[in-house]
Nanobody, 123 residues
Framework: QGQLKESGGESVQAGGSLRLSCELS??????MGWFRQAPGLEREGVAA???????SYADSVKGRFTVTRDNAKNTLSLQMNSLKPEDTATYYC???????????????????WGQGTQVTVSS
């Protein structure tokens, strides 16, 4: 059974940076992504990357966040710069094993989810 494990969530001040990491075990994913969910809101796509390297970003994080993956190490990372209070959320790593032609920032495209890591940005 595949597993996803996130790490790196912390409390930081606005303008700061964080790097989230996700380790996959048990399988190789075609599509991997980061999602976030703030209290009372729906889970939303933040960034995604396909095995070939194509990336997608939510408009709200473009230019600030960078998603990367290391296929050899089976890891996914999210570098978050210029953090804002509205970035506060629980961040989830997600994976899809097969090829999918849908929107990579939609939750429905993913089969496996991590437990989440909390990011809190204070003003």
């Amino acid at each position: 059974q595949g597993q996803l494990k996130e790490s790196g969530g912390e409390s930081v001040q606005a303008g700061g940076s964080l790097r989230l990491s996700c380790e996959l075990s048990g399988y190789t994913a075609n599509l991997m992504g980061w999602f976030r969910q703030a209290p009372g809101l729906e889970r939303e796509g933040v960034a995604a990357v396909e095995s070939a390297g194509d990336t997608s970003y939510a408009d709200s994080v473009k230019g600030r966040f960078t998603v990367t993956r290391d296929n050899a190490k089976n890891t996914l990372s999210l570098q978050m710069n210029s953090l804002k209070p509205e970035d506060t959320a629980t961040y989830y790593c997600a994976a899809r094993l097969d090829v999918w032609g849908g929107d990579p920032l939609k939750t429905g495209g993913y089969n496996y989810w991590g437990q989440g890591t909390q990011v809190t940005v204070s003003s």
